[in-house]
Nanobody, 119 residues
Framework: QVQLVESGGGLAQAGGSLRLSCAAS????????MGWYHQAPGKQRELVAT???????DYADSVKGRFTISRDNAKNTVYLQMNSLKPEDTAVYYC?????????????WGQGTQVTVSS
């Protein structure tokens, strides 16, 4: 089992910044690289940023150059620094963590945190 607790988010003006945090606990030794997703009203949940192998990172085209994913392994925490925010970034943001396929369940989500960007 893995528990993910998110913090941060809220209301920002266009051009502003916010930082999200996601603290993981439980079976963290087996965790695969973590990532962030968002879901806007009426839309599917989609990837925003994720660690891949090693320290490599992958970003959605819409956030490249504006968002940065980082982590503090000592705190088992992943961050999402969001700069130059746009109204279209408005969504609920979810932290995601996966365990290897032989675990069940093996896909975990944080509780979600609302990010609202006003124009």
């Amino acid at each position: 089992q893995v528990q993910l607790v998110e913090s941060g988010g809220g209301l920002a003006q266009a051009g502003g910044s916010l930082r999200l945090s996601c603290a993981a606990s439980g079976n963290i030794v087996s965790l695969k690289p973590m990532g962030w997703y968002h879901q806007a009203p009426g839309k599917q949940r989609e990837l925003v940023a994720t660690f891949t192998s090693g320290d490599s990172r992958d970003y959605a085209d819409s956030v490249k150059g504006r968002f940065t994913i980082s982590r503090d392994n000592a705190k088992n925490t992943v961050y999402l620094q969001m700069n130059s925010l746009k109204p279209e970034d408005t969504a609920v943001y979810y932290c995601n963590a996966k365990l290897p396929a032989y675990y069940s369940p093996n896909n975990y989500w944080g509780q979600g945190t609302q990010v609202t960007v006003s124009s």
